[in-house]
């Protein structure tokens, strides 16, 4: 497509809920990312695919998020069991191998009550 | 890991140039990146620089490099109203895994 797509672009769930938060990244772009922005903050690293290797989880912050990337193309976060402090925007991105710049989406905004 | 740091804030008047600053840790890194995000949107790319470079200008835009000092600026020439946002440095190591690092925003205001 176009751009980075990203859905919803808001959720609300309750707290001990799942969440899976979509994104379709730019055609032909071999790199994803997946960054989390909280209130003040900037821009948490959570996980970042690369075209067919493994994924590089390294900022994952607990043992309840996970992402997968079906195809080489569209990528799911999933949030288990939400906890009040997941509530933040979960930003996609997308770039080509080398990173002239990534195209992010306009995120999701993620709110645990 | 890279660790890199912004100002939170800057407020400047209609038509003065803007000066958002930048320091880093990685002496290796390869892509320098600013971002600008506007209420309730993503962040958008607004220019980038490789590490071999010392400055890079497009049109309102100049992007300054010191590799000694590892610092990055971003000057806005004649800001507008519109350019009140937050902006985000962003840096790339090199090594191949290209996961950017970000500042936290330093967030501009812009009053007439």
């Known amino acids: 497509g176009a751009g980075v797509s990203q859905s919803p672009s808001n959720k609300v769930t309750e707290k001990g809920k799942d969440v899976e938060l979509r994104c379709d990244p730019i055609?032909?772009?071999?790199?994803l990312y997946w960054y989390r922005q909280s209130l003040g903050q900037g821009l948490e690293f959570l996980i970042y695919?690369?075209?067919?290797?493994?994924?590089?989880k390294s900022g994952l912050p607990s043992d309840r998020f996970s992402a997968e990337r079906t195809g080489g193309s569209v990528s799911t976060l999933t949030i288990q069991r939400t906890q009040q402090e997941d509530s933040a925007v979960y930003l996609c991105?997308?770039?080509?191998?080398?990173?002239?710049?990534?195209?992010f989406g306009s995120g999701t905004r993620l709110t645990v009550v | 890991g890279e660790d890199v740091e912004q100002s939170l804030f800057l407020s400047v008047r209609e038509g003065d140039s803007s000066v958002i600053n930048c320091t880093y840790t990685?002496?290796?890194?390869?892509?320098l990146y600013w971002y600008k995000q506007e209420p309730g949107a993503g962040l958008q790319l607004l220019t980038y620089?490789?590490?071999?470079?010392d400055m890079k200008q497009d049109q309102r835009l100049t992007v300054l490099l010191n590799k000694k000092d590892k610092h990055l600026s971003l000057r806005i020439a004649d800001t507008q109203t519109g350019d009140s946002a937050i902006y985000f440095c962003?840096?790339?190591?090199?090594?191949?895994?290209?996961?950017?690092?970000f500042g936290r925003g330093t967030s501009l205001i812009v009053h007439p």
């Open positions: 991105a997308s770039s080509s191998r080398v990173p002239l710049g990534y195209t």
């Open positions: 055609s032909g772009h071999t790199a």
């Open positions: 695919f690369q075209g067919n290797s493994a994924p590089d």
């Open positions: 990685d002496s290796s890194s390869t892509y």
């Open positions: 620089i490789f590490s071999n470079m």
């Open positions: 962003a840096i790339c190591p090199s090594g191949g895994s290209y996961i950017p690092t």
